[in-house]
């Protein structure tokens, strides 16, 4: 399958400090990726899609001011928990659909970062 | 009602079985279905996707799906210990090909 990374893989910050999340498709180029969050022993919850050249978009809740991304390029995706605080602790994942799978639109994932907020 | 729905199990399997994984979804003009894996504190693995009706093999995985039913299952033959996890189903999104929505989850246990 395709390859999505992640950086970094774990990150522990204190209260009120902003923290920032790499994600990168390492052999194939991805116009959208996607945010998703995970809760311990929960399923995962899409926070917001992510379009190079534009504006993400955030799905209902989700405080963009708060979650700031940034899609430069073609590989590169980044998210940016502003401002963290103890429940912003949780597992960031990323995916990118790899295009050219035709109907199948196959989406990969990072391996996820696991956030920490003290 | 959910989009995607599965039994969120535990669903306990003896090692060597078969173990049937079944999702159903509401949304007909769905395209693609896919099965993830997910160890625990992993991120997931994408296992199998199919978007034809009828079976699609691939090792020890098959996966099945009918639209006129809209059930997708997922079949893992001759279970091992290594298949316990977390299975997600997910479904192509109606409004963007790319969106997808994941089921809940079935937590999955081969015993050895």
């Known amino acids: 399958g395709a390859v999505v990374s992640q950086h970094p893989s774990w990150v522990i910050c204190k209260s009120g400090t902003s923290v920032k999340i790499e994600c990168r498709s390492l052999?194939?180029?991805?116009?959208?990726m996607f945010w998703y969050r995970q809760f311990p022993k929960q399923s995962l919850m899409l926070m917001a899609t992510?379009?190079?050249?534009?504006?993400?978009?955030?799905e209902q809740g989700v405080e963009k001011d708060k979650f700031l991304i940034n899609h430069a390029s073609l590989t590169l995706s980044t998210l940016t928990v502003t401002s963290a605080h103890p429940e912003d602790s949780s597992f960031y994942i990323c995916?990118?659909?790899?295009?050219?799978?035709?109907?199948?639109?196959?989406?990969?994932f990072g391996p996820g970062t696991r956030l920490t907020v003290l | 009602q959910k989009e995607v729905e599965q039994n969120s199990g535990p669903l306990s399997v003896p090692e060597g079985a078969i173990a049937s994984l079944n999702c159903t979804y509401s949304?007909?003009?769905?395209?693609?279905f896919f099965w993830y894996r997910q160890y625990s504190g992993k991120s997931p693995e994408l296992i199998m996707s199919i978007y034809s009706n009828g079976d699609k093999e691939d090792g020890r995985f098959t996966a099945q799906l009918n639209k006129a039913s809209q059930y997708v299952s997922l079949l893992i033959r001759d279970s091992q210990p290594s298949d316990s996890a977390t299975y997600l189903c997910?479904?192509?999104?109606?409004?963007?090909?790319?969106?997808?929505?994941f089921g809940q989850g079935t937590r999955l246990t081969i015993n050895p």
């Open positions: 949304d007909r003009v769905s395209q693609s």
């Open positions: 995916s990118a659909p790899r295009s050219g799978s035709g109907l199948l639109n196959e989406q990969f």
């Open positions: 992510s379009n190079e050249g534009s504006k993400a978009t955030y």
């Open positions: 052999d194939f180029q991805a116009t959208t």
């Open positions: 997910a479904v192509n999104d109606r409004q963007g090909a790319q969106k997808l929505v």
